[in-house]
Nanobody
Framework: QVQLVESGGGLVQAGGSLRLSCAASGTIFSINTMGWYRQAPGKQRELVASMAKGGSTNYADSVKGRFTISRDNAKNTVYLQMNSLKPEDTAVYYC?????????WGQGTQVTSSS
């Protein structure tokens, strides 16, 4: 079992920055991939960025060059640095962990980028 707690969302003007954090607890040593997804009103949840245990990363095309995912294994925390935010980045952002083929989710944190 894995518990995920996100923080760092908020309201920011377009062009601004935010950093999301996700602290993991539980059976964390077996976590392979951690990542961030988002869901805007009326849309499906989509992958934003992910990082495997070995350090390889994957980004949605829409955020490449603006968002950076990082992982602090000592703190069992994954971060999402979001720069040059756009109104279309507005969504609830969810932390995700993949463990033995099962997905675990945080409670979500709202990110709003105003134009």
């Amino acid at each position: 079992q894995v518990q995920l707690v996100e923080s760092g969302g908020g309201l920011v003007q377009a062009g601004g920055s935010l950093r999301l954090s996700c602290a993991a607890s539980g059976t964390i040593f077996s976590i392979n991939t951690m990542g961030w997804y988002r869901q805007a009103p009326g849309k499906q949840r989509e992958l934003v960025a992910s990082m495997a245990k070995g350090g390889s990363t994957n980004y949605a095309d829409s955020v490449k060059g603006r968002f950076t995912i990082s992982r602090d294994n000592a703190k069992n925390t994954v971060y999402l640095q979001m720069n040059s935010l756009k109104p279309e980045d507005t969504a609830v952002y969810y932390c995700n962990a993949l463990l033995f083929g099962a997905n675990y989710w945080g409670q979500g944190t709202q990110v709003t980028s105003s134009s």
